[in-house]
């Protein structure tokens, strides 16, 4: 059965201080369709390459694959992206936070003041990242206090990842200093206030975004429509099939172009028998076929 195990902070945080998180045995078993490599905590590593063939991708294209797969809840969308025109794609780390609560407080982290532990336990999962990760945090959508970064912490994770990025289903704050920086953040607020009456009670957990379900290792997409969390294992079935409506769209919009088609003589596929075979043609000769 699968089990969570309550562990120390293993790194910047007191022996006292404790959180939930996944094993690695539980880990692999949360993640046992994952095709890829791991890392050393049984998180699913997604290729490099892999990440970068997804950039060309839209969330329509994912939408199109993930439903139909049994998993109808991996889309968020309502958020305020940092930089819309960029796409945000790379490997989910989970850190679930929960409002402050005197006994569940005293459990996770002993006699730590609250303010100084709130801000450890978000800086150290920061310190966890490693390049391509992002950071998807569940901050419950508070505003006042769920700010888990600024400008500083902002370029903290875009050092650690490079060119990966943070979802917070809270707030940011110092908006200003972080517009400049080049990183994917989708966030719910803006708001002046540091971190605040928040404890950290899951690292690399399962966790709630908003209407979705984030497993750690899922394949984060995001463009100026929403954010998909994606399971590993279906990736290479969205980016096979997303080639093919690549090819679709390439040519209904060459013939449309022309000025002799309706919309629906071509879309969503050709009614006449012979342009149905010259599409199917021109398919095999782009796929190679």
Not at 198 to 206: D, K, R
């Amino acid at each position: 059965m699968f089990r969570l195990a309550l562990i120390a902070a293993a790194v910047a945080l007191p022996a006292a201080a404790q959180y939930f998180k996944l094993d690695r045995d539980r880990m692999v078993e949360l993640t046992a369709k994952n095709p890829y490599e791991r890392f050393d905590d049984g998180r699913p590593k997604i290729p490099d390459a892999v990440l970068e063939k997804v950039r060309g991708l839209s969330v329509e294209e994912v939408w199109g694959v993930l439903p139909a797969k049994g998993f109808p809840n991996q889309y968020e969308g309502g958020w305020r992206i940092l930089h819309p025109e960029k796409k945000l794609v790379g490997r989910a780390v989970t850190a679930q936070f929960m409002p402050l609560r005197a006994d569940l407080n005293d459990l996770v982290i002993g006699d730590l003041k609250r303010r100084a532990y709130a801000s450890a336990a978000h800086q150290w999962v920061i310190d966890q990242l490693q390049p391509g990760d992002v950071m998807v945090a569940d901050m419950f959508g508070k505003e006042d206090g769920g700010s888990i970064v600024g400008d500083n912490l902002a370029t903290a994770i875009k050092s650690a990842t490079v060119n990966g990025g943070l979802v917070v289903d809270g707030a940011i704050r110092d908006l200003e200093g972080i517009q400049p920086i080049d990183l994917g953040i989708y966030f719910r607020h803006a708001h002046p206030s540091a971190i605040a009456q928040v404890t950290l009670t899951g690292f690399n957990i399962p966790v709630r975004i908003g209407k979705a379900t984030v497993v750690p290792g899922d394949m984060v997409f995001g463009d100026r429509t929403g954010l998909y969390f994606v399971p590993p294992h279906l990736i290479q079935e969205i980016l096979d099939k997303a080639e093919e409506t690549h090819i679709h769209d390439e040519w209904t919009k060459d013939k449309f172009m022309k000025g002799r088609y309706k919309s629906s003589d071509l879309y969503p596929r050709p009614k006449d028998p012979a342009l149905q075979k010259e599409y199917e043609e021109y398919k095999r000769r782009k796929l190679g076929k």
